[in-house]
């Protein structure tokens, strides 16, 4: 089965500044997607990005950016110009062409003002 | 257009009670699934259905049942609610598309308590 790792239960970021979380996945599979979802506390999965393994290219979304490394099994984000709104939890997911979905632990993002 | 709804929001179960929990989507979405997300460990597959009539295991499937008997509704059963059951549950649905990177759209959550 493919895990999915997050390893900084925790992080923190000034406002305006640049924060990246870290995700690794362990898999055999070459076609498969990635996402990044975030959970505000109102509870709601929200999605960020989404990233196909098979494209080179670096997934954008205004200030969210990931940097995709197939080899290394690594896709993290990177958040640009932080705003307290994105004070969160982030889950790494992990999509197979089974379409079944594996999540990370997540990371808790405080915005500090 | 509501996507996926789940009901109750809350609710609290006294042990060995058995309750279900409501999940719907109107998208026609062939794949749903039931996730139970626990602090520190992420959200965790408890089962899914693949279309109406097929339903499989997940990560966690013990005191859980499902069916599937409409493309819309995947109700999700505790047979004996049992304090370790606590926690707070996602229904999800997407498409069943290989070629394409849908993602997996989420209802709101139902917290549950057993005492």
């Known amino acids: 089965a493919q895990t999915v790792t997050q390893s900084q239960p925790e992080m923190s970021v000034q406002e305006a500044e640049t924060v990246t979380l870290s995700c690794t996945y362990d898999t055999s599979e070459s076609d498969y997607y990635l996402f990044w979802y975030k959970q505000p506390p109102s509870r709601q999965m929200i999605l960020v990005i989404r990233q196909e393994a098979y494209k080179q290219q670096n997934a954008t979304e205004n200030r969210f950016s990931v940097n995709f490394q197939k080899a290394a099994k690594s896709f993290s984000l990177k958040i640009s110009d932080s705003q307290l709104g994105d004070a969160a939890m982030y889950f790494c997911a992990y999509r197979n062409t089974g379409n079944q979905f594996y999540f990370g632990t997540g990371t808790s993002l405080t915005v500090i003002p | 257009n509501a996507g996926v709804t789940q009901t109750p929001k809350f609710q609290v179960l006294k042990t060995g009670q058995s309750m279900t929990l409501q999940c719907a989507q109107d998208m026609n979405h062939e794949y749903m699934s039931w996730y139970r997300q626990d602090p520190g460990m992420g959200l965790r597959l408890i089962h899914y259905s693949v279309g109406a009539g097929i339903t499989d295991q997940g990560e966690v499937p013990n005191g859980y049942n499902v069916s599937r008997s409409t493309t819309e509704d995947f109700p999700l059963r505790l047979l004996s609610a049992a304090p370790s059951q606590t926690s707070v549950y996602f229904c999800?649905?997407?498409?069943?598309?290989?070629?394409?990177?849908?993602?997996?759209?989420f209802g709101p959550g139902t917290r549950l308590t057993v005492t």
């Open positions: 999800a649905s997407s498409p069943r598309g290989l070629s394409q990177t849908y993602e997996q759209y």
